[in-house]
T-cell receptor, first 114, second 115 residues
C-alpha cells in the first residue's frame, strides 16, 4: 500500500507568520492529495486538495504544492490567525485503485500564538 | 441534510463486552469507511465499503467486524472489547470509487473507552 509521512508533528508560529507542513508519499502512481483540518473535539474537514496533474493550487490564505518527481507535497498557510490552530492531516489516494481509499499522514498540531 | 451521523457519541465498556457503532449518511454516497484515531497515529483505516454489498479490510481490522446494512448505513462491531481499542472512531463517506476527486466527509466521531 501507500505510505504517507508528515512533518513536523508540531508547529508553533506567531500570528501573521507563515506555516508550512510537508508530506511525502511512496507510490508514484498516487493521483490525489487532500488536506484535512481537525479542530479540537471536532471531525476532520477538507480544506484544500490537488490532483497529480497540477503543481500548485491556492485558496485565499492556503496553498498546496506538489512535486511529483520528488513525491512530496506541502501545505502553506500565510498570515496565520489563531483560528488556524488545529491538527492538519495530509493524505494520498493510491493510483490504480478504484476503491477511493485514502492513506493519511500522522498529523501536524499547529498552534498560532496571538 | 444531516451529512454523516454516528451513534453513540460516547461509550464506556468493560473488557470483553461487545458493542456496535452505528453510522449513516444521507448524501447518497456509495463508499463508506471506518477509521480510528489515536494520539500521534493519525487516522487509520479499519474497514471500508466501496459500494453497497462489498466490504474490505483496512490497515487495522483485527478485533472488528463490519456490516454494510444498505446504501445509507455502515456499522462497526467490537465482539470482545479490549483496552487497546480505546480510541475515537470516525465514520466517513464519499461519492463513489473511481473518482479522482474523492472527498471524504466525516461523521462527528464516537469516543470509546474500554476499561
Amino acid at each position: 500500500g501507500e505510505n504517507v509521512e508528515q512533518h513536523p508533528s508540531t508547529l508553533s508560529v506567531q500570528e501573521g507568520d507563515s506555516a508550512v507542513i510537508k508530506c511525502t508519499y511512496s507510490d508514484s502512481a498516487s493521483n490525489y492529495f487532500p488536506w484535512y483540518k481537525q479542530e479540537l473535539g471536532k471531525r476532520p474537514q477538507l480544506i484544500i486538495d490537488i490532483r497529480s496533474n497540477v503543481g500548485e493550487k491556492k485558496d485565499q490564505r492556503i496553498a498546496v504544492t506538489l512535486n511529483k518527481t520528488a513525491k512530496h507535497f506541502s501545505l502553506h498557510i500565510t498570515e496565520t490567525q489563531p483560528e488556524d490552530s488545529a491538527v492538519y492531516f495530509c493524505a494520498a489516494r493510491q493510483g490504480g485503485s478504484t476503491l477511493g481509499r485514502l492513506y493519511f499522514g500522522r498529523g501536524t498540531q499547529l498552534t498560532v500564538w496571538p | 441534510n444531516a451529512g454523516v451521523t454516528q451513534t453513540p457519541k460516547f461509550q464506556v465498556l468493560k473488557t470483553g463486552q461487545s458493542m456496535t457503532l452505528q453510522c449513516a449518511q444521507d448524501m447518497n454516497h456509495n463508499s463508506m469507511y471506518w477509521y480510528r484515531q489515536d494520539p500521534g497515529m493519525g487516522l487509520r483505516l479499519i474497514y471500508y465499503s466501496a459500494s453497497e454489498g462489498t466490504t474490505d479490510k483496512g490497515e487495522v481490522p483485527n478485533g472488528y467486524n463490519v456490516s454494510r446494512l444498505n446504501k445509507r448505513e455502515f456499522s462497526l462491531r467490537l465482539e470482545s472489547a479490549a483496552p487497546s481499542q480505546t480510541s475515537v472512531y470516525f465514520c466517513a463517506s464519499s461519492l463513489r470509487p473511481g473518482l479522482t476527486y474523492n472527498e471524504q466527509f466525516f461523521g462527528p466521531g464516537t469516543r470509546l473507552t474500554v476499561l
